[in-house]
C-alpha cells in the first residue's frame, strides 16, 4: 500500500536526472563507426505493368528524421511495405547497418531493429492498449508454451520485463488514462499514438512512419511531433516518414527526398527541396 | 486511506486472482464442485461429468475460434480421435490414466494437421474446410475405426489401485481434477505472450506480421492446443462411457461446441466456455425432453440463439453479466 508521508523523504530527496543519466536506452546521438542506418540500393518494385518504384537508391544515417514526400501515388508507401519485408522488391538491396536484409522476414527485420506504424492504424481493435503494445514485443518472447501453461518462473520474468518496457512507452506517449482501455473504442488520435508506441517499445533504431500524421488536430499532431523529437534526441532512432503534411515536414525533418512516378527526383535539406524547380513542377503539375 | 486495492508490482496486476472477490468466489466454487457429488445422486454426477468433458473441449474451441478467430467444426470429430485412441489402447490392455493423455496427445498432432488449411483460409473456407474434415474423419470412424457402432471399453482397465474410475465419486473428481488443471494452463496460456500473439492474429493478421508475431506457428499452436483439449475431453468421455460409439462425434456436436463458444463468450476461455457449455448442456437436454416428438424443433432453437448472439450479443454471455456488473457497481446511481 502506499502512504505518501512514509514515502515522502525518498521521493524528495531522489535526483531525477539520474533516469537520464544511467539509463542504457539513453544513449548518445549520433551512432558510432557507421555512415548510415539504412541503405536502399536500385529497388525496383513492379505490380503487373506499373512500376511502382524505379531504381530508387537513398541512405538514412544515424539519428536522422529523413521525410519522403511526393504526390499521391508516387510509391513511398510501397517503398515502406518493401523496407519493411512486407513487399519483396525484384531487383536492388535493402541494407541495414551493414546487412543485407532483402531477403529476411518482417519478423527478422523487426529484431533486428526496424519498426514500423500504419497510415490507417492497423491496431489490434478488441485488445486494450497494453495488450497492443506487448504484442510488439512478441519476438524476443523467450519462454515455450508449457512455461506459459504452467506460468513458471521464466513467464513470470519475461512478463514482467515486457510489462515494464510498455509502461516506458505509455510514460513517453501519455497513455496512462487508456492502459485497459479497448483500442476499438478510443478517438483516432489516441491510436496514433497507441500505434506509435507499439513500433517504439520494440526500442528500434529506425521508425518508418507511414503517414503519421494524417486526420489529426493540431493538438494531436503536436503530441506525436513531441515523441518523435525525444525518442530521436534521446535515444537516437532514425525515422522514415511519409507525409502529406508539409508543414510537419518542413519543421520536423533533418532531410527530405521528393518522389514521382516512383522515382527520387530530390534529396536535400527542407529548405532547399522547397525551391526545387522539379518538385514545384512535380507538385503543381508541369 | 487507500480507497480500493492498488497493486504495486506489475505481476500482482498480471496476476489471476487480483481481487479479494476473486478469492472468496473461488473458494465459493471449489467448495461447491467438491461437495456437489456428496449432494447429488449418481444421475447428477452423471450429467456434472458430461458437463465437465464439454467445459474441456469448448475450452479447446474457445483457443482456436475465440482466441486466435479460426473457425473450426471439426471438436467433434477431433473429440472422437482422443476417445477412439483411449478406447483402441484399452483393448491392448493400456490403462487409460496412461491412455487419455496419450490420446490427447495424439488429436493435438492430428489437429495440427487438420489446422494447415488455416495457413491460407480464412473465415467462411477455413469453416468449410473444416467441415470437410469433420466429415472425413466421421467416415473414417464409421468405416474403419468403429465399423460396428460401439466399442465397449475393457472394464478392468479402469481400475488402478483396486478404485474403479469409470463411475461414481472416483470418476467426478478425476474429471474435475483434470478440468481445473484444463481451466488454469487455459487461463495462463490467455493472459501470456502466447495469447496476446493469438489474439493479435484474430484482429489483425496482417499487421501481427508486420509487427514480429510469426502467425504461421500461431495458427498451427491454437490447433494443436485447441486439439489437445478436445482430445482429453474425448479420452473423459471414453472414461465415463463403457462403450463409444461414432453418433457422439458428428458435426452435431461440432456445431454444439460452436454454439457453446459463441453463446458462452469468445475469447473469454475459462468463464466464457463454462457459461457456453453450461448454457447449451442444459438447454439441449430441456429441448431433447421438451420436443421430443419432433427433433427438428431443437435444431431450430439452437440456431436461432446462434444467430442472435452473433448478431445481438458479440462478447456472448460474459457480455451480459458484464454489463450488469457495471450497473450495478454504482447502483442506484447512474455515474
Known amino acids: 500500500m502506499f502512504f505518501a508521508r512514509q514515502r515522502s523523504k525518498e521521493v524528495r530527496n531522489f535526483d531525477y536526472q539520474v533516469l537520464w543519466r544511467s539509463s542504457e536506452e539513453y544513449r548518445a546521438r549520433p551512432l558510432p563507426r557507421l555512415d548510415h542506418v539504412l541503405r536502399v540500393e ?6 503487373g505493368g506499373v512500376i511502382a518504384v524505379d531504381n530508387v537508391e537513398f541512405v538514412v544515417k544515424p539519428g536522422e528524421i529523413l521525410g519522403i514526400v511526393g504526390p499521391n501515388g508516387a510509391g513511398k508507401t510501397t517503398l515502406l511495405n518493401i523496407i519493411s519485408g512486407f513487399y519483396k522488391p525484384q531487383k536492388g538491396r535493402i541494407i541495414f547497418k551493414n546487412r543485407d536484409i532483402t531477403r529476411l522476414s518482417p519478423a527478422e527485420r523487426v529484431r533486428l531493429g526496424i519498426a514500423r506504424t500504419f497510415q490507417h492504424s492497423e491496431l489490434f481493435t478488441s485488445m486494450t492498449v497494453l495488450e497492443n503494445i506487448m504484442s510488439g514485443l512478441e519476438p524476443w518472447r523467450k519462454y515455450s508454451t508449457l512455461a506459459a501453461a504452467l506460468w513458471s518462473r521464466s513467464t513470470k520474468k519475461w512478463e514482467e520485463w515486457a510489462r515494464a518496457r510498455a509502461e516506458q512507452v505509455i510514460d513517453l506517449l501519455d497513455l496512462h488514462p487508456y492502459r485497459y482501455h479497448v483500442v ?6 489516441v491510436q496514433k499514438r497507441v500505434d506509435l508506441a507499439r513500433a517504439l517499445a520494440q526500442k528500434p533504431e529506425l521508425v518508418l512512419m507511414d503517414e503519421p500524421m494524417a486526420g489529426l488536430s493540431r493538438e494531436e499532431k503536436e503530441d506525436i511531433a513531441r515523441a518523435i523529437v525525444e525518442v530521436n534526441e534521446t535515444r537516437g532512432t532514425s525515422f522514415v516518414l511519409v507525409e502529406h503534411d508539409l508543414e510537419v515536414v518542413m519543421d520536423l525533418c533533418d532531410r527530405v527526398i521528393v518522389m514521382d512516378y516512383g522515382k527520387v527526383i530530390a534529396d536535400g535539406l527542407p529548405y532547399e527541396v522547397a525551391r526545387n524547380p522539379k518538385v514545384i513542377e512535380a507538385y503543381m503539375g508541369g | 486511506m487507500p480507497a480500493g486495492v492498488f497493486k504495486e508490482t506489475y505481476l500482482a496486476d498480471m496476476a489471476l486472482l487480483r481481487y479479494p472477490i476473486h478469492k472468496a468466489a473461488l473458494i465459493a466454487g471449489l467448495a461447491i464442485a467438491l461437495l456437489f457429488p456428496v449432494l447429488a445422486g449418481s444421475y447428477g454426477i452423471d450429467q456434472a461429468v458430461a ?27 477431433l473429440m472422437g480421435i482422443g476417445a477412439y485412441t483411449v478406447a483402441h489402447l484399452a483393448l491392448h490392455g493400456v490403462n487409460v490414466l ?11 498432432a492430428v489437429g495440427f494437421v487438420l489446422g494447415l488449411p488455416s495457413f491460407r483460409l480464412k473465415g467462411y473456407y477455413l469453416a468449410m474446410a473444416s467441415i470437410a474434415v469433420q466429415a472425413i474423419l466421421e467416415y473414417m470412424f464409421k468405416t ?26 472416483a470418476l467426478y473428481y478425476l474429471v474435475l481434477g483434470a478440468t481445473l488443471a484444463a481451466a488454469l494452463f487455459a487461463a495462463n496460456i490467455g493472459r501470456s505472450g502466447i495469447g496476446r500473439a493469438m489474439k493479435a492474429v484474430r484482429d ?17 499452436l491454437a490447433f494443436a492446443l485447441g486439439s489437445l483439449y478436445a482430445g482429453l475431453a474425448g479420452g473423459l468421455y471414453a472414461l465415463a462411457n463403457p462403450s463409444i460409439g461414432w453418433g457422439a462425434f458428428t458435426l452435431d456436436t461440432s456445431i454444439e461446441y460452436l454454439a457453446m463458444v459463441l453463446v458462452g463468450g469468445p475469447g473469454r476461455l475459462v468463464w466464457g466456455s463454462l457459461l457456453g457449455a453450461l448454457t447449451i448442456h442444459t438447454g439441449w437436454s430441456l429441448l431433447a425432453g421438451a420436443f ?43 455515474y
Not at chain 2, 496412461?98 to 493435438?108: E, N, Q, S, W
Open chain 2, 51 to 77: 458437463l465437465l468433458v464439454f467445459f474441456i473441449g469448448a475450452m479447446g474451441l474457445n483457443i482456436v475460434t475465440g482466441l486466435a478467430g479460426q473457425i473450426s467444426l471439426a471438436q467433434g470429430a
Open chain 1, 184 to 189: 476499438g473504442s478510443l478517438p483516432p488520435g
Open chain 2, 292 to 334: 421430443a416428438a419432433n427433433a427438428a424443433i431443437k435444431y431450430m432453437v439452437l440456431g436461432g440463439l446462434i444467430a442472435i448472439f452473433v448478431v445481438l450479443e458479440p462478447d456472448g454471455l460474459i457480455g451480459i453479466l458484464r454489463r450488469a456488473k457495471e450497473y450495478f457497481r454504482l447502483w442506484p446511481f447512474r
Open chain 1, 42 to 47: 536500385d529497388i525496383v518494385v513492379r505490380f
Open chain 2, 144 to 169: 474403419w475405426i468403429d465399423p460396428h457402432q460401439g466399442i465397449s471399453i475393457p472394464y478392468n482397465t479402469k481400475i488402478i489401485t483396486g478404485i474403479y474410475l469409470g463411475k461414481g465419486l
Open chain 2, 204 to 220: 489483425n493478421d496482417v499487421s501481427a506480421s508486420v509487427v514480429g508475431i510469426n502467425v504461421t506457428r500461431t495458427k498451427a
Open chain 2, 98 to 108: 496412461v491412455a487419455i493423455p496419450l490420446g490427447a496427445i495424439m488429436t493435438a
